[in-house]
């Protein structure tokens, strides 16, 4: 919320100071939408604008270090990431589908 403040403060601040000959009328500018959301392939799918294709973009970052007995404070600490697309389109063949997951970095393993 801080930082929608500073940026609301700021815009305020060169609207102000601009002064009579830059005056900016908000209804000017132009309204860009946001995405549709896809109900029908599930839970995060927007439409892809012009198109009838629905994509998700999700990802994780798993970071750690494991302080266990014996191992003293110098572990190394474990980072893993992952990044996935799914698209989704229908076609007169049905739903098709593609799937990609990138994942790298280092997880902690068991004992």
Do not use: H, W
């Not at 989704?88 to 990138?102: F, K, N, P, S």
């Amino acid at each position: 919320m801080r930082g929608r403040l500073r940026s609301c403060a700021a815009l305020a601040a060169i609207l102000t100071c601009a002064g009579p000959a830059a005056a900016l009328d908000l209804r000017d500018l132009p309204v860009i939408p946001g995405p549709a959301p896809c109900p029908s392939k599930g839970q995060g799918f927007v439409r892809l604008p012009g198109s009838d294709s629905c994509i998700r973009v999700s990802g994780r970052v798993v970071a750690g270090v494991d302080l266990g007995a014996g191992r003293g404070a110098a572990a190394a600490p474990a980072v893993a990431g992952r990044i996935a697309v799914d698209n989704r389109a229908d076609t007169d063949l049905g739903e098709v589908r593609t799937y990609v997951r990138i994942g790298a970095g280092r997880r902690q393993g068991g004992p």
